[in-house]
């Protein structure tokens, strides 16, 4: 039996008992009525952040000038070790930011890969996000390595035994991600570290769609290396820089490919020739931007306040209740779950399917101020990021949704689709 009745009531009651209620005023909501679903694609802005990033414009950059880098130079790490301590579950000097996910995921796979070169394959998963899916092509293609394809399901995520299947002694890395893009199913990462230590292969995690809302045990369930971005349920904004973790007893066997001076010993010794730090830091390549970078510590300030444990209860709350109301009210418009039953093997967003999901998407976007995403084939995704998302919001949105199915307006829309979807 559901532990919810269906009414607006219920998740009005659930608004009031709300531990993290407060949260969703140090967001700024420019449209009051907009219903915004897609915090895993981009999380909001909070509201400290204009003048924080602004301060860091007119003291750090106009008045500092060049003087400003004695401090930003720590930035990176600092926030590295933020991360790590609050959102990430690893140790001080693990974590640090650099890059973008996708260029952090080719300099640690070509660095596990260099690791072990007795070892001529790598793996992937076949419905991960693409940009690692290429990445892992690339890398193959480059290094004349075999790529094995693991195919999980793509609504029930990984099957930890179709892993197994692909794992032997020719494995050196195994690229993953924590929680699915599509269907938000989460893996079991204790059990996928172990099974490829067993093998002799590290793993590779991308944490994109976890961090900041699913708690992330690195140390605890022993991961080796991971990636991940700042811009969904870290609030750091577009484009903000990604992280990069790397266990401690790794770093100093690792080298990655980019020969950058941020990852050089004594880096204004400007010596002749390239000779990596042995911190976590060998793992930058050059000057980080400072302003996206600024923009990520109001957001972090507010995740630490928070407390991934409680936006983890309260974004699985949200998350049971899309998926109940979903069953009431949209079910019988031809939907259906496209993420896993369970909520504990489901990340913070829900998907749903439906033959017109792209037109429904466009529609809601348009005409029922209801903003979440469409996903390849025919899925529409909810995201309900818990720091800012009421109970009603997602009740609200799931009505809309109901409301204009029945209306049949997304009908007079295109097909085609938009080149941002
Ligand atoms: C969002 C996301 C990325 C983004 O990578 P960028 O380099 O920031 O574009 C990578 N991997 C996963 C799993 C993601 O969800």
Redesign the pocket.
Known sequence: MSRFDGTREEAERHDRADPLGFLRDRFVHAEPDLLYLDGNSLGRLPADTPEFVADVIRGGWGRGLIRSWNDWIDWNRQIGDRLAEHVLGARPGEVVLSD????NLYKLAWAALDHAPGRRALVVDAD??P??RYVAQGLARQRGLDLRVVHSDMDRGLDVESLRAVLDDQVALVVL?HVA?RSGALADMAAVNALAREAGALVLW?L??AAGTVPVRLTEDGADLAVG?TY?YLNGGPGSP?FLYVRRSLQRRLRQPIQGWFGQRDQFAMAPGFDPVDTVDRFLTGTPPMLSTAALVPALALVEEAGVDRLRAKGRLLGELAVDLAARRLAPLGFRLASPEDPDRRGSHVTLWHPDAWRICRALADEAGVVCDYREPDRLRIGPSPAYTRFTDVWDALERTGRLVESGRHTRLPRAKARIT
């Open positions: 973008s996910t996708t260029v991960d996000f940009t690692n991600s893009y991308d994109s769609h971005c969904k990604a």
